[in-house]
């Protein structure tokens, strides 16, 4: 493809396939309401549903043994009407609690806190200025996508600092501003769901899988470690492909750049090299991490470690998984203060109380989603009518054949053509968790392959939606690269990467999962069986 979007000025009458398709996602996402309104349509729609179904007497049978928690004495799933008295008493009794006790509330903000320490004192953006720009010229590509993938710990830092800063990296070596641009935007977007350290997304993730898990198995647990060596291995690889892609596919394409295209009058690329203070303070905050990584190990890895299971001795159910929001909150909290310190950015209580309150204070959006999220997910499994449609849909895939594998594949693509019109991860798992999770539960399949599989679709199409919240931020720095830039310039320039990840990350976690055998996180099981 040029790098000129023809398509995107043609005539009505003259525009292509692709422009046609774009769209045509544009004009589907449009259509979506507001994620919260979203939420509370589902939940209404759910309580009206379960008295339809109800006067059906819409039912399955239950696929667990006898004896588990849960399941009926004569081993049938009913629906639970909520149009009823009984139903509007559980209801209104239920609604505060729901949203107090839903699992992602609670420890995303306790994760926040600790990140917002790491993110207002400077620590993080100064950890991926150091980072890119310390980078050889043979490597700048690959860490600039590595960069980007890690900067997902500290939400919009990626798309605000490091996707406009790869553009200037790449203009003053000469080489085409919008490669860099590209290379940035697919570690940040591509890659979500990659990275070496558990973010505050991680929690958020697994609190949703654990409630669509326990409308199977009532005592099933899922800690926002659940993905973690997956992603580990992961990060390297989307770095990897990044790469790549950027500089055999992208750049090639780009050619050489001309600074009369540029929208505004670029002057000399200036990059403000670390200080002499803040390389100090990463000293300082890289030592205290050091430190505190290895009283962790102390308390985890040798066998009369405090933090492993009481009982058992492992770290599988161990006080440490079940915690872990806490270390994370910690692991940033304390080196983001000492690098404030050093820095000055932080010199009393106050600056610290402010940077999480500031954080806090952004969050408005997200509480308020939780709120109505939380009532559709209880409303759900108070029906019954998650678990029916779970194993009439477990039913149906064994009678097709689909159970093996080559589900994921499915999976994964539907996940990402739903992410091109619904570009929340959050909102987009909330609504798919309490179907799949307990549908290829009952396939066989642990609730962190599942989720590991979806974060796949989630992450590989961010890149070619107009529905990315980001996407407009996106676009105005490419256009100062490129005054006639538009949609489907940038889209077309992305779709390369879209392709080549979601090829390569699904062949890698074919390979993790079903060829090596490898669990996706700490203590995570890749089969799920009834009773085990």
Excluded at 23 to 50: I, K, Q, R, Y
Excluded at 81 to 110: A, C, H
Excluded at 248 to 260: A, Q, T
Aim: with cysteine; charged share 10%.
């Amino acid at each position: 493809m040029s790098a000129t979007d023809n398509s995107a000025n043609a005539e009505p009458g003259k525009r292509g396939w692709f422009t046609r398709f774009l769209d045509t996602v544009e004009w589907l996402g449009n259509l979506l309401p507001h994620p919260v309104t979203l939420f509370a349509m589902f939940a209404l729609a759910v309580v009206l549903g379960s008295g339809i179904a109800a006067y059906f007497d819409v039912s399955a049978l239950d696929p667990r043994p006898e004896g588990t928690a849960g399941r009926a004495a004569d081993g049938v799933i009913r629906v639970v009407n909520l149009v009823s008295v009984d139903g509007l008493q559980r209801i209104v009794s239920n609604l505060v609690t729901n949203f107090t006790s839903f699992p992602p509330l609670g420890v995303v903000l306790v994760a926040l806190l600790g990140v917002s320490i790491a993110e207002h004192s400077g620590l993080i953006s100064a950890a991926m200025r150091g980072l890119v720009m310390g980078a050889s010229k043979r490597m700048v590509t690959v860490t600039i996508v590595f960069a980007g993938i890690i900067s997902n710990t500290a939400s919009e830092l990626g798309y605000v600092v490091l996707i406009p800063m790869a553009a200037v990296i790449f203009h003053s070596l000469g080489r085409h501003p919008l490669a860099g641009l590209a290379a940035a935007f697919a570690g940040v977007s591509g890659g979500y769901s990659a990275n070496l350290f558990i973010g505050t997304v991680d929690p958020l993730l697994a609190g949703f899988t654990q409630s669509a898990a326990n409308l199977i198995d009532p005592n099933y647990t899922v800690g926002p470690e659940a993905n973690w060596f997956f992603m580990i291995a992961s990060t390297f690889f989307i770095a990897a492909l990044g790469a790549f892609v950027t500089e055999k596919i992208v750049e090639p394409k780009l050619g050489r750049y001309d600074v009369s295209e540029a929208a505004v009058d670029l002057g000399a690329p200036q990059l403000d090299k670390l200080s002499v203070v803040e390389k100090r303070g990463l000293k300082a905050a890289g030592l205290a991490f050091l430190a505190l990584g290895i009283l962790l190990a102390i308390s985890v890895v040798p066998e009369w470690g405090p933090l492993r299971h009481p009982e058992t001795g492992l770290v599988a159910g161990s006080p440490f998984l079940k915690g872990i929001v806490v270390f994370i909150f910690i692991t940033f909290a304390i080196p983001g203060y000492i690098y404030g310190r050093v820095v000055g950015t932080m010199k009393t209580d106050r600056d610290v109380i402010n940077a999480m309150a500031k954080s806090i204070s952004s969050m408005g959006l997200y509480i308020v989603l939780v709120f109505f999220a939380a009532q559709f997910v209880a409303f759900f499994g108070w029906s019954n009518l998650g678990s029916i449609l779970a194993v009439n849909g477990a039913t149906l895939l064994q009678d097709i054949g689909l159970t093996g594998p080559g589900l994921f594949v499915v999976f994964i693509a539907m996940c990402a053509l739903v992410n091109l019109s619904l570009g929340s991860a959050s909102a987009q798992w909330a609504i798919f968790a309490p179907i799949f999770v307990p549908m290829l539960m009952i396939v066989g399949y642990s609730p962190e392959v599942i989720q590991a599989a979806y974060r796949i679709g989630d992450s590989v199409t961010n890149l070619i939606t107009p529905m990315m919240s980001y996407f407009g931020l996106i676009l105005a720095v490419a256009a100062r690269y490129k005054k006639d830039l538009g949609i489907g310039t940038l889209i077309a320039t992305m779709l390369p990467y879209t392709m080549v990840f979601f090829v390569g990350w699904v062949a890698l976690f074919y390979l993790w999962v079903f060829v090596f055998n490898l669990p996706v996180g700490p203590g995570s099981p890749t089969y799920y069986q009834f009773g085990g």
